[in-house]
């Protein structure tokens, strides 16, 4: 009886998004017949490219990786009802701080140095969405124009630090480079082909169970604690959680603290696990803006958003291959886009529905 | 007498809920025909069929007689059906006569003629009795004014067949006698009307008929004449309701537990909603605050439980100073509150009801140890107060949205009377609640002050603060106009004091 219920609700919060990624296949068919290719030979490419091996699986599990994290830092702020955009910026900060914690600890062993460069990179991540999180709570300004606005701060921050501060240059005397020094070797998250062989060439690293574990520590922040409960009271009613004698204000910056502490992780993982130093660049890493997509169709639960970071690192990775077996791989941008409008159309309806039946029931508690 | 109105089989199915089974209704030419049923009936739904805001599932609609598929609202204005909705439809700055002829203007060229418009609202308010001035902006005027502008609108749009949906919540019981004058004259002048209500009171005094409807099924029409509010309640209900209060006078101990002293309080726009207000409650009694809604009533409850800055005065709790604590530390003083706006304040409507049933006390044991939650026990909490309070719900792991407003507010109460009480504040328990639901609300305050708790009630429903008040104050314009006790209160000196009139020191009334 209960198990019934349960599936049913895993079910019903499941079934737009897998419409939406069925709808999403389907649309992308439609452009790869449209380019003069064959859709069975596409995503056949893509699947085998992605899952066929555990090599192609290594690949597409360090793709999956730090989007994890970050879909996961969004839906947490998501739950609070805040909208991070800036966990791109947290991402930044904390592969900074992972490299500098990386070489500030350099004589530690293995397993500590991991720690201290994991726990490094949330905790400036963490301090980075902080500052939007307590703007919004003090003063009121809206966390998606700060989040935004400390991504390029962020950005020019990192760039900066790794000319002037974290450079060869200046920490190693050796001559001028546009990255970081390197992680040592004590630093370096184990690659997968190291415990299990068959991974072979692939980039697959422990951090993918750093990030498994974050899942279940936020699962259970989220829904079994007091913090997660006082959390998830804001996001859906701050009248009634202030009511309660929940503190909105310190809600909103704990969440917003703990959504950049996964943000962070998600850079410090990304250092410790594949680029070991982080290069100047003009560019945004990009990898917070997936998380957003990520969050969105993993429906803002932990549980989901493995699945959702699962699939948009099958995406990732297998679009390799199909524009190996000639097929552009501008269709995966085609594919994604379709996803996330499908699944925010669902979320849009479901506003609007409710926005509808408050207008035409004006009446407070009236007939249903 | 022909039927102007005649709805056959009328089914609305939302999913999931069949809000109108099969129901009939039919409305005579000029009778006041009552819509009686709890909330949550479908009264409302079945009015917005007919007014075409809904289609129904199946069914049929015959106006004077003739078949006729009402799709939307300008449809049911064209065949002359206009409706008053309890929240009014008036644009604030406008004049009355701009709002009157909005969408429909005479017009002078490409402008307005606002003199033949001025010209035709007089003409109308005259001939029905409905005094206004056309030129006046509608933000200076009464509530009852501007219901009586919304009553304009429909007859301007030419409107035989008049919907009124719960017109008298807003009113003083002055507004509300001169707004059944206003509907018998409307009535002489060969107007139907249909009052959707859920006050018997009412329903004695202005109408000809009543269709009673419980849970959307069609229970009886029947003349108002051959029954009475005992009949019409356990129509309505389904059983035998006790309408009268039970409560023991009793003597009080003079404990003050809740002391109020020169409150004054800011509303959102920064204005002083509540300018100097004082008084205490002691130990066992019900203070009951009396007054139209919008009187500062809101802002001066919010102060007191800590959800709003106070700019100047003191509140204490048992000689406490808590004028400066947050919303928790003052729950943790012992008080209990039931918002006035359930879904806004009480619930976490998205949340089950498990977990709304905890809410203000979740961080305590055995409901959360060492930031773990509980879960197991906070089930078992939640079944033991959804049965003790009958609330009617499949089961705790429901979300409190998918409840009727009565069983909303059944949960709140339940919840707020597990603490261990020193204070209730009561703001409107019983708004929107069906007659069961009231007797059970009241009962449980009055069992609460038997215990001790010191009880502040907020009310617009005289007959709530009539039946419970121990001690009533009259709140106007952000300051208590007047306070007696309640054997020497009855329903006219508390209107006029509601009105701003001062009654009390005619008549010797203290005060405070």
Redesign the interface.
């Known amino acids: 009886m209960k198990g019934e ?1 349960l599936i049913k609700k895993i079910w019903n919060s499941m079934k737009f998004p897998l419409i939406a990624i069925v709808l999403g296949f389907l649309v992308g068919a439609i452009f790869i017949i449209a380019s003069d290719n064959s859709p069975i030979v596409a995503y056949q490419a893509l699947f085998q490219g992605s899952l066929s091996s555990f090599s192609s699986f290594g690949e597409t599990l360090y793709k999956t990786t730090p989007i994890l994290f970050t879909g996961l830092a969004i839906a947490v702020a998501f739950r609070t009802g805040l909208f991070n955009i800036g966990a791109e910026g947290q991402y930044i900060v904390g592969a900074i701080s992972a490299v500098a914690a990386g070489w500030y600890f350099q004589g530690l062993p293995h397993l500590p140095l991991i720690i201290a460069i994991v726990i490094s990179g949330a905790l400036a991540g963490a301090l980075w969405a902080s500052i939007a999180g307590f703007l919004k709570a003090k003063i009121g300004v809206h966390e998606v124009i700060t989040t935004i606005m400390l991504n390029y701060t962020a950005l020019h921050l990192s760039n900066y630090i790794a000319k002037a501060v974290l450079n060869p240059q200046v920490l190693e005397g050796t001559e001028k480079k546009a990255h970081t020094v390197s992680l040592t070797d004590a630093g370096k998250l184990t690659k997968l082909n190291e415990i299990i062989p068959q991974f072979e060439y692939s980039s697959a690293h422990t951090g993918i169970f750093i990030a498994l574990a974050m899942v279940f520590v936020i699962y259970i922040l989220l829904f ?4 997660g ?2 959390l ?2 804001v996001g ?2 701050p ?9 909105k204000t310190k809600n909103i910056i704990i969440s917003m603290a703990i959504s950049g502490s996964l943000a962070g992780m998600a850079g410090a993982v990304q250092v410790a696990g594949l680029l070991y130093k982080v290069s100047q660049t003009p560019n945004m890493p990009g990898y917070g803006f997936d998380g957003i997509a990520v969050a969105l169709v993993g429906q803002n639960h932990p549980i989901g958003i493995i699945f959702s970071a699962l699939l948009f690192g099958i995406l990732s990775n297998g679009s390799r291959k199909m524009q190996i077996a000639g097929i552009p791989k501008e269709i995966i941008g085609i594919i994604q886009g379709v996803i996330i409008v499908f699944v925010a159309a669902d979320q849009m309806s479901k506003i609007l529905e409710k926005r509808k039946k408050a207008k ?9 | 007498m022909s039927n102007v109105v005649e709805m056959k089989n009328i089914t609305k199915i ?1 999913p999931g ?1 069949i ?1 109108n089974d099969d129901i009939d209704f039919n409305l005579k030419k000029g009778e006041i025909h009552v819509l009686l049923g709890e ?7 079945l009015m ?1 069929i007919l007014y075409g ?2 289609r129904p599932t199946s069914g049929s609609i015959f106006i004077n007689g003739e078949k006729t598929i009402i799709k939307d609202p300008n449809t049911a204005i064209e065949k002359g059906i206009g409706m008053v ?3 009014f439809m008036l644009v604030q700055t406008f004049t009355v006569a701009e709002n009157i002829v909005l969408g429909r203007e005479p017009q002078k060229g490409l402008s307005i003629d606002m003199e033949v418009a001025n010209a035709k609202v007089r003409e109308i308010s005259e001939k029905f009795g409905l005094k206004v001035n056309p030129e006046a902006k509608v933000m200076d005027l009464s509530v009852g004014i501007q219901q009586r502008v919304e009553i304009l609108k429909a007859l301007y749009r030419g409107a035989e067949i008049l919907i009124l ?2 017109p008298t919540a807003v009113l003083t019981p002055q507004e509300i006698e001169e707004l059944g004058v206003i509907m018998k004259n409307l009535v002489a002048e060969g107007k139907s009307i249909i009052l959707i209500t859920h006050k018997l009171k009412e329903v004695m005094s202005i109408s000809d008929r009543v269709t009673v409807i419980r849970r959307g099924k069609f229970i009886d029409t029947i003349s108002t004449q051959d029954t009475d509010t005992d009949h019409l309640a356990e129509l309505m209900v389904g059983r035998k309701v006790n309408l009268t209060v039970d409560k023991q006078t009793k003597e009080f101990t003079g404990n003050k537990v809740l002391e109020i002293k020169d409150l004054h309080v800011l509303d959102n726009r920064f204005l002083e909603a509540v300018k100097g207000i004082s008084f205490n409650v002691n130990e066992g009694e019900i203070f009951a605050l009396a007054g139209v809604d919008g009187n500062g009533q809101s802002q001066l409850i919010e102060a007191i ?1 800590g ?1 709003r800055k106070i700019k100047s005065g003191m509140v204490f709790i048992n000689g406490e100073d808590v004028t400066k604590y ?7 003083q012992g008080v209990g ?1 039931i ?1 006035e ?11 089950d009801l498990a ?1 709304n049933m905890i ?2 006390y ?2 305590k044991e055995p ?2 140890k060492k ?3 509980n ?1 197991s026990e906070i089930h078992k909490h939640a079944k033991r107060l959804i049965k003790e309070f009958d609330v009617r719900t499949p089961s705790e ?1 429901v979300t409190a949205h998918s409840l ?3 069983n ?2 059944k949960a709140i109460v339940a919840r707020e009377f597990h603490k261990d009480l020193k204070v209730l504040i009561a703001a409107q328990p019983t ?2 609640l069906d007659v069961g639901s009231i007797e059970f609300v009241h009962k449980k305050i009055v069992e609460a002050r038997n215990n001790g708790t010191a009880v502040l009630l907020v009310s617009l429903e005289l007959d709530e603060v009539l039946a419970l008040a121990d001690r009533i104050g009259v709140i106007y314009d952000g300051r208590i106009v007047g306070s007696l006790d309640a054997k020497d209160a009855d329903e006219k000196k508390l209107g006029i004091m509601m009105a701003g009139g001062t009654i009390n020191k005619v008549e010797g009334g203290e005060d405070i």
């Open positions: 219920k079994k604690t007091s913090i409960y006082e998830r009271s859906k009613n009248d009634a959680a202030e009511y309660g004698g929940i503190n035409i029931k004006p009446k407070e508690g009236d007939e249903k | 939302f809920v809000a909330n949550g009936a479908g009264k409302t739904t917005n805001l809904y909705h309890q929240h949906d719960e439980t959800l947050s919303s928790r530390k003052i729950i943790e509150h918002p706006d359930r879904q806004k304040r009480g619930l976490v409507l998205d949340h977990e809410l203000g979740h961080y409901f959360t930031l773990m939650m879960y792991n009727s407003g009565g909303q507010q708004r929107g």
